[in-house]
Nanobody
Framework: QVQLVESGGGVVQAGGSLRLSCAAA????????LGWYRQGPGKQRELVAA???????NYAVSVKSRFTISRDNAKKTGYLQMNALKPEDTGVYYC?????????WGQGTQVTVSP
């Protein structure tokens, strides 16, 4: 079992930056792949970025070159650095930990980008 708690969301103007954190408690963190998802108003939840246990990262086309995903296994924490934010980045951001059939979600953190 893994418990995930996101933090770092808030309100920022377009062009600004935020850094989201995902703190994990429970089983061995380093065994899990991590993902950041978001759900905008009236939209389906979508994958924003993912990082494997070997630190290989992938990004949605819409955030590539602006967002950076990382992880610190010693601190059991994942991060999403978001730069050059746009109003369309607005949404609830969720952290996901996955290992085979095991999938865990955090409660989400709100990110609002004003024009």
């Amino acid at each position: 079992q893994v418990q995930l708690v996101e933090s770092g969301g808030g309100v920022v103007q377009a062009g600004g930056s935020l850094r989201l954190s995902c703190a994990a408690a429970g089983n061995v963190f380093s065994n899990y792949g991590l993902g950041w998802y978001r759900q905008g108003p009236g939209k389906q939840r979508e994958l924003v970025a993912a990082i494997t246990t070997t630190h290989s990262a992938n990004y949605a086309v819409s955030v590539k070159s602006r967002f950076t995903i990382s992880r610190d296994n010693a601190k059991k924490t994942g991060y999403l650095q978001m730069n050059a934010l746009k109003p369309e980045d607005t949404g609830v951001y969720y952290c996901n930990a996955n290992w085979g059939a095991y999938v865990y979600w955090g409660q989400g953190t709100q990110v609002t980008v004003s024009p």
